[in-house]
């Protein structure tokens, strides 16, 4: 319907349209519940759009109005004015016509939402002077229901299977009557219903035997000792007159964590629990609200199910799922069961403490397919399965036998080896001597699966898998002509999603399992440029603050504690959120963020020596520097991890800085200016060698983070850059010589500072150590460590990332304007070179729409004139800054005219294209301001020679 919509509006207004709608950054976001200062004790959902459409270069909004209301009949339509609020029981609200440009994060300011209600909204918009646009489809959102108290619903209360082990996997049930006015306000869309499901565990939801959802391993991880997550399901379509049964089909997952490193688990006396609750929400907003329907209490009926849980949940022991056919019972979940000799549910008490918050992020689903590759007899009754890609996700296999048998599913990643990290699946056949056996409550990393018990091969239609992971769109594109490069940035992609999985990006599928913070800085900008990513990280944001100690110290993996690390997996509460911030332009996770970014600084601060230097506090697992270089790891009691974590803790200490600057906390902000100040005179003074302008020596890592940091004094940048790309390009012939961190902040910093022709000389080589050579090893993700390893699929070295579409096509932030309403195309024609790329194009996401750039030169001989044709988009609304190589400005055409002529471009300076001291390709760069638009632009430039 929204479709249609969509082009009656283009057929009606000819031009412009708002499109892509999001209430918190999600299409359709449900039991929205934040901060506090709104209804239900939240702040009020911020509502964003784009603009799509035809209409001059140049296009820029001045002017918005947004209606809402709680029922979408009541919202104007296409060309219609603005109607009056009426006298009608369904609330209405218009912001009237606001004087902004502003279409990202906009809060309803003075609409009065009620808890548990659903509504509706619209907005047009217009440019100055002109007319406004058609309104756009509607988009909806809920808010949370009403509370009694932090940790549970009025009425409702956790319950669980007394009699079942903490591995058993239960159904649970509830038969009750839906009066036949409330079905019809239901069936004509005067009313919604919702079923709010919180879980200690997994679970699924069911309503008259059919799934309410295609989510899987729900809800999103969490720290269970702090929070419980519940998702919100609209049942409205499920729902019949008279006799209706909800289901929920609960497994233990995270609730069985343990941790070692601190030694923790969440001290449950039982699990898996679920607290629930179905309200309908009418429309009408004169009475008392959404009326509640069911709530968990003793009611409700449990009975174990197929299923249980093989193994533990921990790092080395994911374990899996035992599937016994033999104890199905046909309908459980539906109406006309009879159920009288289930289990009562019992009540469980959890702390008070415990918050229950809604789970506003895209939900865990099974994203894709993957084939079985071949068969082969690996022993008696046992067969191997070679699937044709290494993946994150579940088996599904059809199987045969005698009734009673066991059949057992091995998984592995490495060849040779039968089962990797406790790894193993059952399935007990029934009477009828065959069925289908797949994952529910668990999920593995699988290339190999060895088979037992079937008595002849498995074809290979018969076993299948599915790639789990978060539900992100993907937004973002790159390609080039240099075939390494693109299979590099496309097995980015594919590593990148067998990370994400629960609403956290962890460091491998198998192992540890956990949302490593240093993984976490591996991945965030490529995340961001490539995928729908705010939802997601606000969500992981709050993890991170919600695991910090009393004491201000930040463990080094969230939502989940286990596992080492250092300072530079504990500050990702400080370089995430600013991050999103410089892409999104939200300035509500940082006012989240803040207090908890302040208390871990001031933890560091508590750890430094008299001179002024942080040392290690704690074990040989708390203070790592760079990890899994080429030469070896940084451990936490050696010198070259005390200048990593100085640098990194000066790094956070600047981005704390502007933070507190920008939220107005001024006092706060002189301060942490202050002890950056001091901070980088006791790294001069303690690693500074000015002559030979390195830091403790001339390893890269222990450059580039002096320099990305900004620990190196002014007058030496030059210097230590020039042996930085000295080593680089001569010590190490061209090679990498960094591990997670350092190759992160490597190719951050070059890309930043517009030395491409250094990325790209280490992302071109197939020699140890290398993308390139990890592929000539057979890897077709990136594993753990340079010279390869067991574990194939991890998140180490994902730092490459952000360099094909920041560097190469040269789509960067303004930082002076985060949010991409104002950015920089720069394309990265450093690259330009014999053995580089002779045309790159691609896209990125951004909250207005997607920037695209395609470039190309009809040669890469050095020291050449040649011909650059680049063509970009820059969405609606928003301005570019491009810079374009050429001989001089006159060089520079758009569209086959001057481009200084040219509608929606104004030439901005002529400038030198590289800095001093490096070769310069152009050598100018004649910058431009670009207007919303699409541009055909083309210049000659200079090649230097031996570049």
């Known amino acids: 319907a929204a479709l249609v919509w969509l082009a009656l509006i283009a057929v009606v207004s000819g031009d412009l349209v708002p499109t892509r709608l999001r209430t918190e950054y999600l299409p359709s976001p449900r039991a929205l519940g934040l901060q506090p200062g709104g209804a239900n004790g939240t702040a009020l959902p911020r509502l964003s759009w784009e603009v799509a459409g035809d209409a001059p270069r140049g296009w820029l909004q001045a002017f918005y109005e947004i209606y809402l209301a709680s029922h979408p009949s009541l919202l104007p339509r296409q060309v219609e004015a603005t109607p009056a609020p009426s006298s009608s029981p369904y609330y209405q609200w218009t912001s009237g016509r606001v004087a902004s440009n502003a279409s990202t994060n906009i809060v309803p300011t003075g609409a009065a939402l009620r808890d548990g209600m659903a509504y509706y909204w619209t907005v047009r918009v217009g440019a100055s002077g002109g007319a406004a646009t058609a309104w756009s489809a509607p988009a909806s959102f809920s808010l949370a229901p009403a509370r009694a108290g932090p940790s549970t619903w009025p009425g409702a209360a956790y319950i669980g299977m007394a009699s079942a082990d903490d591995t058993a996997c239960p159904w649970f049930r509830r038969t009750w009557q839906l009066a036949a006015g409330t079905a019809a306000a239901i069936a004509a869309g005067n009313a919604s219903a919702f079923a709010y499901i919180g879980s200690v565990g997994y679970h699924e939801v069911y309503v008259n035997g059919k799934p309410v959802s295609d989510a899987v391993l729900s809800p999103s991880t969490v720290d269970l000792a702090k929070r419980v997550r519940f998702r919100t399901y609209n049942i409205s379509e499920f729902l019949t007159a008279g006799d209706n049964v909800i289901a929920v089909w609960l497994g233990p997952g995270w609730s ?60 080395g022991n994911f374990g899996g799922d035992i599937l016994d056919a033999r104890k199905n019972i046909p309908g459980w979940n539906a109406l006309g069961l009879d159920d009288h000799t289930w289990e009562p549910a019992t009540i469980y008490s959890l702390t008070p403490s415990r918050l229950l918050t809604p789970d506003v992020v895209e939900p865990t689903i099974k994203r894709s397919s993957v084939a079985a590759a071949s068969v082969s007899h690996a022993g008696i009754d046992t067969w191997l399965i070679v699937m044709t890609e290494l993946y994150a ?24 080896t039968r089962v990797e990290y406790n790894m193993h699946d059952e399935y007990v056949i029934d009477s009828s001597g065959s069925g289908t056996f797949c994952n529910r409550f668990s999920y593995h990393e699988v290339q190999y699966i060895t088979i037992s018990g079937l008595k002849t091969a498995p074809a290979l239609s018969s076993v299948r898998g ?64 490539n995928y729908a990513s705010d939802a997601f990280f606000t969500k992981w944001a709050q993890d991170w603050a919600d695991i910090q100690e009393d004491g201000g110290y930040i463990a080094h993996t969230a939502p989940t504690i286990d596992g080492g690390g250092g300072p530079a997996w504990s500050g990702f509460i400080v370089t995430m959120p600013w991050q999103v911030y410089l892409t999104y332009g939200d300035t509500r996770i940082l006012e989240s963020a803040y207090p908890h970014m302040l208390r871990l600084l001031a933890f560091f601060e508590s750890k430094r020596t008299p001179d002024g230097i942080l040392v290690n506090w704690g074990d040989n697992w708390a203070f790592l520097g760079d990890w899994l270089t080429p030469h070896g790891s940084e451990e936490s009691s050696s010198i070259e991890a005390v200048l990593f974590n100085n640098c990194y803790v000066l790094y956070c200490t600047q981005i704390a800085a502007k933070v507190a600057a920008l939220l107005g906390d001024d006092a706060m902000a002189a301060n942490l200016t202050e002890s950056a100040v001091q901070q980088q005179a006791a790294v001069v003074k303690k690693f500074y060698n000015a002559s030979a302008a390195t830091f403790l020596d001339s390893l890269q890592t222990h450059l580039v983070l002096p320099l990305l940091s900004g620990a190196v004094p002014e007058v030496g940048v030059e210097a230590v850059e020039a042996n930085l790309r000295n080593e680089i390009l001569v010590v190490k012939d061209g090679h990498l010589d960094t591990g997670l961190h350092g190759t992160y902040f490597l190719t951050k ?118 011909r650059l044709s680049l063509n970009i988009t820059v969405p609606w609304n928003t301005v570019a800054t491009v810079f374009i190589p050429a001989r001089t400005a006159d060089d520079v055409t758009e569209g086959g005219q001057p481009a200084a002529r040219a509608p929606g471009i104004a030439l901005l300076r002529v400038e030198p294209w590289a800095a001093a001291g490096r070769t310069a390709v152009g050598p100018s760069a004649a910058v431009f301001s670009v207007g919303a638009g699409v541009f055909a632009f083309a210049s000659l430039l200079q090649l230097p020679r031996g570049q």
């Open 749 to 866: 910093y070059l890309l930043e500072n517009a030395q491409n022709d250094l990325v790209l000389s280490y992302a071109r080589q197939t020699t140890f150590p290398s993308y390139g050579h990890f592929y000539a090893m057979g890897y077709t993700t990136w594993p753990e460590d340079w010279a390869g390893a067991p574990s194939r699929m991890h998140g180490c070295y994902n730092g490459i990332g952000a360099w094909f579409q920041g560097g190469l096509l040269g789509i960067h932030v303004d930082t002076s304007s985060p949010g991409y309403q104002r950015f920089i195309i720069r394309p990265g024609a450093e690259a330009i070179t014999a053995d580089g790329p002779s045309w790159a194009t691609g896209s990125m996401p951004t909250s207005y729409g997607e920037i695209s750039v395609a470039w190309a030169v009809n040669s890469t001989a050095p020291g050449t004139t040649v």
């Open 466 to 529: 599915y790639r789990v992971g978060t539900d992100r769109p993907r937004e973002g594109s790159f390609n080039c002509s240099v075939a390494l490069l693109a299979q590099m940035y496309a097995t980015t992609l594919y590593n990148y999603e067998g990370l994400t999985t629960g609403g956290m990006t962890v460091d491998c599928p198998h192992r540890e399992r956990l949302g490593y913070g240093g993984d976490g800085h591996t991945s965030m900008e490529f995340a961001m440029r």
């Open 393 to 416: 996700g579940w088996i599904e296999v059809d199987v045969s036998g005698a009734p009673d048998s066991t059949i057992s599913f091995d998984i592995s990643t490495n060849n040779g």
């Open 256 to 315: 069985l964590f343990e941790g070692v490193n601190p030694v923790m688990n969440y001290n449950l006396t039982k699990r898996p629990l679920f607290i629930g609750q179905v309200q309908v929400a009418p429309a009408d907003v004169t009475g008392d609200g959404p009326i509640i329907l069911v709530s968990t209490d003793t009611q409700w009926k449990a009975h174990l199910s197929t299923t249980t849980h093989y193994g533990k949940w921990m790092s």
